[in-house]
């Protein structure tokens, strides 16, 4: 049976995130960046904190609370029993990639939480402008389409509490294939 749900991108600016499942196929189309929801809550100089990874964008419900499908460096210890009784709470075992329909951070926005072995399928000119795009702009951790830094999770000498931190200059590249077809 097809089924398709949207986790965003109805009613609000950005967001897009359509996911469509037919028997053991998961395919989103498109994971973007919700502006309007995100403007509830953040502003220029106040964003999501980078070291609680996935924890602000899953409590703001700027994210679907979807386990299984992001990046495992930006989950907290015990991140799940915070929403496993949520509404709209489940866990997928695999995602068969991401449909990128064009390079707009509203619809790609996200990509940089999904797991990096998630295969994103779009055009070739939709591939360039999406590096494009993050290699001209000010990428922050939650719009690291093309390639991210990698964190981990730790409590340096001094801090109160843990956090997630970058891993330094590492990137790390995300798969991408590309239609070359014209």
């Given amino acids: 049976m097809r089924q398709l749900t949207f986790h965003g991108g109805i ?3 950005g967001g897009n995130k359509i996911l469509l499942e037919e028997g053991d196929r998961n395919l989103f189309v498109d994971f973007g960046f919700p502006y309007s929801k ?12 980078s070291g609680a990874g996935l ?6 419900e700027l994210l679907p609370k979807i386990g299984g499908i992001y990046r495992q460096d930006l989950e907290t210890p ?11 709470y489940r866990k997928l075992d695999h995602i068969d990639g991401v449909l990128l329909t064009h390079a707009h951070l509203d619809h790609s926005g996200h990509i940089a ?4 072995e ?3 399928y ?26 991210y830094n990698p964190t981990s999770f ?16 590492a990137k790390w590249g995300r798969m991408s294939i590309v239609d070359t077809k014209p």
């Fill in 38 to 49: 995100h403007k509830k809550y953040y502003e220029e100089y106040l964003k999501p904190r």
């Fill in 122 to 147: 779009s055009t070739a000119i939709t591939a360039f402008m999406t590096k494009a795009i993050q290699d001209s702009g000010k990428a922050d951790f939650d719009q690291q389409v093309c390639y």
């Fill in 55 to 60: 924890l602000d964008p899953l409590e703001m």
């Fill in 11 to 13: 009613n609000e600016i």
């Fill in 113 to 116: 939480f999904l797991r990096p």
């Fill in 154 to 169: 730790d409590c340096p000498a001094g801090w109160k509490q843990p956090g997630l931190l970058s891993s330094g200059d």
């Fill in 78 to 88: 015990s991140l799940w029993d915070w929403f496993k009784d949520a509404s709209y």
């Fill in 118 to 120: 998630i295969p994103v």
